[in-house]
């Protein structure tokens, strides 16, 4: 969706399919930085674990729960309360030397 007023684009995520056919290469294409690369590379892994039907176990919903520990901010408190046993993931060190440039 595009608004010209304040010169953005924001795309609506809807199904696994879009996450792995445009979303996912998108990123691998045009890499993040900083913090924000390291959280992509663990939202791979959750990615993989429910294409592969983890999340429908109760190990892999904890091992996604655990991961997600480790991404942005954290748990909720509602989920910090509901997943008692969570061990945070070691998150990915990132190192940006410089922008690439993709021209």
């Known amino acids: 969706m595009k608004n ?9 995520v809807t199904s696994l ?3 792995t056919n445009i979303l996912i290469p998108h990123f691998s294409k045009y890499p993040l930085l900083t913090k924000k690369a390291a959280d992509f590379k ?3 892994q959750v ?4 294409k592969n039907k983890g999340h ?8 996604i729960i655990n991961i ?4 942005n901010l954290g ?5 910090k309360l509901n997943f008692i046993n969570t061990v945070p993931v070691q998150r990915p060190t990132i ?5 690439p440039d993709f021209n």
């Open 42 to 44: 663990l939202f791979l």
């Open 17 to 19: 399919e879009d996450l």
């Open 75 to 79: 748990l909720s408190d509602e989920l």
């Open 4 to 12: 010209d007023k304040k010169n953005e684009v924001s795309f609506r």
């Open 95 to 99: 190192k940006t030397i410089n922008i």
């Open 56 to 63: 429908l176990t109760t190990e892999g919903l904890q091992e």
């Open 47 to 50: 990615t993989e674990l429910i």
């Open 68 to 71: 997600k520990s480790s991404i």
